[in-house]
């Protein structure tokens, strides 16, 4: 790319907000030239406004210390700057719906990590890997906002991410019934322990909304575009529990799972070992070079050990064995706020990028 694309962080100063300015440093296609948050940041300096709240283990980058936060809600200001926006604000659902749809009428594309729109018709839902050819529905979407460049797109809940590839990888063996808990890091409700001190040595066991995502999203994800929408499937049936646990990063997930054609425990891990995608034939930047790692060692996947596998774009499945009652069960891991937040919006955007939805203004 001759020039880099220039990008805004809506909610720069948040835990998704601070990894994707860490994910963007020296990114080849990508340049952070606008940061906005609330208005009790707005007016300063972004190093100022994050303050004591920095969350990433490596340090700020130079490039935004100094750059002055924008009022999100002043949309045309930051619109003017950029190419393209992350959204990643903490506002109510309605707040969120309404700010992305005016960024998008300001033709300035807008790839979400917020759920607010997941479920709007019209706007795709990707994980690159699986479902890119559902970019294609927002040339309805342009059409019902009256946009020409503008559009949303959005990535799935964190929550999912560590068993819905395994369901995309082995779609031709037809899983119809899902049996999912998820093990959730802190970070995921943009926390450490240092400021959610309560969590150490504790099991939390609802997280709200979570477990109608994790059951609902994949459906989305493994459907079809049709008349202008997105259209979920209606299999597998997945049922799911939702348990916050002491780990700072990286969600588990422990399956189970019936199939309408039952394979053998060789040919699912040969399917999960081979799934690839877009961002894999088009070699993105952050494209993982193998998305579904299999571990045979009984103690693996483990978070301190697999969480970061491709730089915390792959998913790390282990414990694939044959089960009394289901057909199959397995453990899942994948880094919730890289993969399944900031990461999982940057692969997008490249995609959408190489696709040619997103191009400088
Ligand atoms: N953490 C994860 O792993 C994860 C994963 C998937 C999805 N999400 C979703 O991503 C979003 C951000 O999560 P987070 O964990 O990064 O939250 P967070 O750390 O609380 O950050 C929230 C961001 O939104 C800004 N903000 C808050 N209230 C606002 C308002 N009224 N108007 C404008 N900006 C406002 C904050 O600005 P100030 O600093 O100025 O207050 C901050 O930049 C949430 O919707 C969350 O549900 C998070």
Request: with cysteine; hydrophobic share 40%.
């Amino acid at each position: 790319m001759e020039q880099k694309l220039r990008v805004g962080i809506l909610g720069a100063t948040g835990m998704v907000g601070q990894r994707f300015i860490a994910l963007l440093e020296n990114h080849p296609w990508f340049e952070v030239v606008t940061v906005a948050a609330s208005p009790r940041s707005a007016g300063k300096t972004y190093e100022e406004a994050v303050g004591g709240r920095w969350k990433m283990t490596t340090p700020m980058p130079e490039a935004v210390k100094n750059l002055i936060v924008h009022n999100v809600n002043e949309v045309e200001a930051v619109a003017e700057t950029v190419d393209f926006v992350f959204s990643a604000v903490d506002m109510t659902k309605d707040e969120i719906k309404a700010i992305e749809e005016a960024y998008a009428k300001t033709e300035t594309p807008v790839v979400s990590n917020n759920s607010a729109h997941r479920w709007t018709p019209d706007v795709p839902m990707v994980v690159p890997e699986i479902n890119a050819d559902h970019f294609d529905v927002i040339a309805d979407q342009k059409k019902r906002l009256g946009t020409t460049r503008g559009f949303i797109a959005v990535k799935p809940n964190c929550s999912i991410q560590s068993y819905a590839p395994c369901l995309a990888a082995w779609q031709e063996f037809e899983p119809k019934e899902v049996v999912a808990t998820t093990y959730q890091a802190i970070s995921g409700a943009g926390k450490t322990f240092k400021d959610w001190p309560e969590m150490e040595g504790n099991i939390i066991p609802f997280i709200g909304g979570e477990e109608e995502k994790s059951e609902q999203e994949p459906l989305r994800v493994l459907g079809k575009v049709e008349n202008g929408e997105i259209v979920k499937a209606s299999l597998p049936k997945i049922t799911c529990q939702c348990v916050r646990v002491p780990v700072l990063n990286g969600h588990t997930a422990a399956v189970f799972i019936n199939f309408e054609k039952k394979p053998t425990k060789e040919q699912l891990i040969e399917k999960l070992v081979n799934f690839k995608g877009f961002p894999q034939e088009a070699e993105l930047p952050s494209a993982p070079k193998q998305f579904i790692q299999y571990l045979e060692e009984d103690n693996r996947p483990q978070v301190t050990m697999d969480v970061d596998y491709e730089n915390g774009m792959g998913v790390s499945i282990g414990r694939l064995r044959e089960d009394s009652m289901f057909d199959f069960k397995f453990i899942g891991l994948s880094h919730n706020t890289v993969r399944g937040a900031a990461g999982g919006a940057v692969l997008c955007a490249e995609a959408l990028t190489a696709k040619g939805y997103i191009k400088a203004k």
